[in-house]
């Protein structure tokens, strides 16, 4: 066996050499010893000390002792003590394109301000480059806060070079990607959308197996028309690849008549993920919990730039019986960290769980005020939920033996954690990426000792500034009247 070396030891960096000269070795096994492991498996539960072995790509045992089982002999031991095991987190929805425009609109009003700023202004200047340049940004900020699957709700296909570009780069950046195609809201682009869906699959379904694809639409035509908005159509195009559907905008009335016109239609189930879902109708709940239709949920987009009424859908997805993903939507005004999520839908629902016992804030299909959630509901959201609201529940989202070893080591041991009482707690509340010591993604080594690999960050820096000017410049001349 070969000794794990904490941060401060100088011999760590060997281990990491002969970690990455293994990488894509399916017999290469990596044992973590003596931490405490948040499985996020009901059936096995979290190990206040315990060990998980990695096989090749694959979590392959967890328990108390694996070294007393006899067949360790040849894995390389991580030392994991001080610190939780936990599940990747699973972002559900984002529109990675726009990461090199991180922050533009921070106090944005309204939807109709982002639509306006970053759709209409910014959308129609993005060449291919762009959108390799903004998706990578976006994929790796996401890796190195722990993010291991990243849906990218990819609406500005005007090419399929564009396409082609942002699958790239989520290949590119090594995380688990679910590249989710729609169309452009506004300006000129080549129509291929929903046709080249298949010979996106065709050409980037083989590899390392870590990119899938998604057709995306809108629930409605009211943004940007009947083409992008879901239906029979779209449907179908989806069934013949063999594809689960992600629906963007789905808020207030019009959605809420979508859902109940899908349920009529036969398009809903779990092969459906509809995402925000604010200011629904009852009676689109009880049409989205009946089918088995998945929620993502963006707590920080919905409260903060504000979606139909403003209050993420928890307390009323729980009560039609779906369990929702997390997201975190767009970057350009929100934080791009799954904690930040988990803790801005603890708070508000149980902000929201206590006014509604003073007689405010009722709830579809609530038979009284909710419950509060835990922080145990908030982490199982961001992980298990997550992997199942992009269709990957099978593959990730729990330390299972069988399932892909994407997992994070957060150190419990540091200023802002010890000492450990509560490890979901501690993960939820308390850690942040600072914390992300190490990020395995089917078992490769994408972080360690808090540093994201294989980046170089003063050339990533320049690109991502290069397309940011050039992006605003572009968009102030054609302002201007002066195109692109």
Not at 215 to 233: D, K, Q, R, Y
Not at 358 to 363: D, I, S
Not at 390 to 407: E, F, I, N, R, S
């Amino acid at each position: 066996m070969h000794p794990f070396h904490r941060p401060t030891d100088t011999a760590r960096p060997e281990l990491l050499d002969r970690l990455r000269r293994t990488d894509g070795d399916p017999g290469r096994r990596i044992l973590f010893t003596g931490a405490t492991v948040v499985t996020m498996d009901p059936a096995l539960g979290t190990l206040a000390t315990g060990d998980l072995l990695v096989a090749g790509s694959t979590v392959a045992a967890v328990g108390p002792d694996l070294r007393a089982r006899g067949d360790t002999a040849d894995a390389v031991v991580v030392d994991a003590s001080g610190t939780i095991l936990v599940p990747g987190f699973v972002d559900t929805h984002r529109h990675a394109w726009q990461g090199q425009l991180r922050r533009i609109i921070p106090d944005v009003d309204d939807l109709a301000g982002y639509v306006g700023a970053t759709l209409a202004r910014y959308a129609p200047v993005y060449r291919p480059e762009d959108m390799y340049t903004g998706t990578r940004l976006a994929a790796l900020g996401a890796v190195d806060a722990g993010i291991t699957t990243m849906l990218d709700f990819s609406h500005n296909s005007r090419t399929a070079a564009h396409s082609d570009a942002a699958v790239q780069a989520l290949v590119d950046s090594g995380i688990r990607g679910i590249h989710a195609a729609m169309g452009p809201h506004f300006g000129d682009w080549d129509r291929q959308w929903p046709a080249d869906l298949g010979r996106l699959v065709d050409r980037f379904g083989g590899g390392s197996g870590l990119v899938t694809f998604r057709l995306a639409a809108l629930a409605t035509a009211e943004i940007a028309g009947p083409a992008l908005a879901f239906g029979p159509g779209l449907a179908r195009v989806a069934a013949e690849l063999g594809l689960g559907v992600s629906v963007d905008a789905v808020f207030g009335r019009a959605s809420s008549a979508a859902v109940l016109d899908w349920e009529r239609e036969g398009l809903l189930g779990d092969r459906l993920t509809l995402i925000h879902a604010t200011g629904l109708t009852g009676e689109a709940w009880r049409a989205i919990g009946a089918s088995g239709t998945r929620v993502s949920l963006a707590p920080t987009s919905e409260a903060q730039i504000g979606l139909e009424d403003a209050v993420p859908a928890v307390d009323e997805a729980l009560a039609a019986g779906v369990r929702p993903g997390l997201g975190i939507d767009v970057e350009v005004a929100l934080a791009n960290d799954m904690f930040t999520q988990m803790r801005a839908l603890h708070a508000i629902q149980r902000m929201r769980a206590v006014h509604a016992v003073h007689g405010a804030g009722a709830v579809h299909g609530a038979d009284g005020p909710p419950d509060r959630i835990t922080t145990a509901d908030v982490l199982d959201f961001a992980t298990r939920q997550g992997a199942a609201t992009v269709g990957l529940g099978a593959t990730t989202g729990t330390l299972t033996p069988g399932k892909q070893a994407d997992l994070l080591m957060i150190t419990a041991d540091e200023i802002n954690n010890l000492p450990l009482n509560d490890p979901i707690g501690t993960v939820v509340l308390g850690a942040d990426a600072r914390n992300i010591d190490t990020v395995l993604i089917a078992g490769r080594v994408r972080k360690w000792a808090g540093r994201l690999l294989d980046v170089d960050l003063p050339a990533l820096r320049a690109e991502a500034a290069a397309s940011r000017d050039r992006v605003h410049r572009a968009a102030a001349a054609a302002a201007a009247g002066g195109g692109r």
